[in-house]
Nanobody, 116 residues
């Protein structure tokens, strides 16, 4: 199983980025998928989550600005991030959690930096 994030970078405050998480070795429909983020001074925190029924949930800090989606055919999960703020600066990680069996997997992370 491999999760490969991409799409991070440097953006000005108010700008947008779209992160992608390409999954291989697993069937996306059998996993709940999520984006987390972490900074050097904060623990890894949940940003957005999506299940096989396309139900979603978001951290309060990103509600209304971020949108998680997925394309099962492409085995890819996305995080559209709009109205970015400096406090969104973090390494963003993709996580796949099996709906049966309890296994989970992490990607290597992608850096997002928002300048003020």
């Amino acid at each position: 199983v491999q999760l490969l994030e991409s799409g991070g970078g440097l953006v000005q405050g108010g700008g947008s980025l779209r992160l992608s998480c390409a999954a291989s070795g697993l069937r996306l429909s059998m996993y709940d998928m999520a984006w987390y983020r972490q900074t050097p001074v904060k623990e890894r925190e949940l940003v957005a989550w999506i299940n096989n029924l396309v139900a979603t949930k978001y951290a309060d800090a990103v509600k209304g600005r971020f949108t998680i989606s997925k394309d099962n055919a492409k085995s890819t999960v996305y995080l559209q991030m709009n109205s970015l703020r400096p406090e969104d600066t973090a390494v963003y990680y993709c996580k796949a959690a099996a709906r049966i069996g309890g296994k989970f997997y992490w990607g290597q992370g992608t850096q997002v930096t928002v300048s003020s």
